[in-house]
């Protein structure tokens, strides 16, 4: 199914008269406090989020999991689902591929399809956390920290293979997530596997592009119980120093303990450079890949006020980091959270971009706490939908993209076309 400009101009008619009635006010109020809306809404409007390819199915549980139905069932499809996406929003011009799950089998033609939906190729994420079926070591003690190293250099050999797949795509990063770890004490050793790790990291570091990153992601439990053995930021960092420049660190909404500082987490790795992306998702307890945004819209506030205010030109911040999503969807159609997903982001970023910086630099420069709060405040609490709503509107995305989506039944179609048995590959 493809989305086409006609239908979308006309679901925007509908809506032209109230959506000025909204924004002009909102426009002359920014105004009047020296802002230069135009810029503000081209910077919402060119900010890209990319999707990935393993959350466009039902996700689910241990105890079971609910299939959509319509759910892609080949890489050209969920290719075809992030293309329905941008149609709606124009954000979403990018798809993160996960190896094994969708390993492209004509990347020429794949590249050709994605440009027709002006889709490009983020991080390409590999996969040692599962065993393949044709796959010679298992990874049940661990991949890349294996005892073993028949199992670590397996383990090195599909992420080498992983980025050669990335590099016929275009795609100028490979994530490496590891589930490698413990479950009980005593189990691991904890020196040997973390240096382990390294060389295994340093085998792959060395195949990499010299155009490339590797993104590297930390968790601190799950599915191991006792330890991971990249389980924080700290770790990632420390083995991104090691690796070199082309080595950052990819911080997970989704992994950090209940609580955590991830603002304070995102400063730190920014000021020293080894930021490499984000995976959005949001959390409750400890739970991971949750709608971003839908739990604690704040946090994702102040994560995008410490992105803006460690970059000296916020619209090199946008190119600067890979922006991905990484989400479970378990009772939601994956498409429409996914869109809801795009618009908490960008909504974080549009409050964020609102921030007084120069006051807000005063007020900490002279303690005053007070003020700092209300300038934070200030810009949290405006209303910036109208902002996001004219940036999809002059970029000829949909007024209201979910909106769009069930008035066009696009989920029923999915199902006509492709049957309610498919079942995506990914989480
Ligand atoms: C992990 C981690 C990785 C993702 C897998 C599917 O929890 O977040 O980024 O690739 O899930
Ligand atoms: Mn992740
Ligand atoms: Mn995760």
Partial sequence: ????????????????????????????????????????????????????????????????????????????????????????????????????????????????????????????????FQDQEDQEYSYKFGSLCHTDKEVRQQAVEHNIEVIKHGEKLGSKALTVWLADGSNFPGQQNFRKALSRTLQSLEEIYKELPSDWEMLIEYKPYE??????????????????????????????????????????IVATLQMENKLGGFHFNDSKYGDDDLTTGSIKPFQLFLIFNELIHGTEDADALEGDIAWMIDASHNVKDPLEDLLQSVDAIKKSYAKALLVDREQLEEARESNDPVLAQELLQEAFQTDVRPLLREARIRNNAAADPIGLYRKLNVRESLIDERGSETVATGL
């Fill in 1 to 128: 199914m493809k989305i086409d400009q006609q239908q979308i101009q006309d679901h925007n008619k509908e809506s032209e008269q109230s959506h000025k009635e909204n924004f002009a006010p909102l426009a002359n109020q920014l105004s009047k406090k020296d802002y230069q809306v135009d810029k503000l809404v081209d910077r919402i409007a060119s900010f890209q989020v990319a999707i990935p390819s393993w959350a466009l199915g039902a996700g689910g549980t241990r105890f079971g999991r609910f299939p959509v139905g319509g759910e892609p069932g080949s890489l050209e499809e969920k290719i075809e689902d992030v293309g329905l996406l941008h149609a709606l929003n124009r954000s979403s011009g990018a798809i993160s591929l996960h190896i094994p799950w969708d390993i492209p089998e004509d990347s020429a033609a794949i590249k050709e399809l994605a440009d027709s939906y002006d889709l490009i190729f983020d991080a390409v994420n590999s996969n040692t």
């Fill in 223 to 264: 599915p191991n119980f006792y330890s991971m053995v990249i389980p924080d930021w700290g770790t990632s960092f420390l083995l991104a120093n090691k690796l070199g420049d082309q080595a950052q660190t990819l911080v997970d909404l989704g992994h950090h303990l209940p609580n955590t500082n991830i603002e304070q």
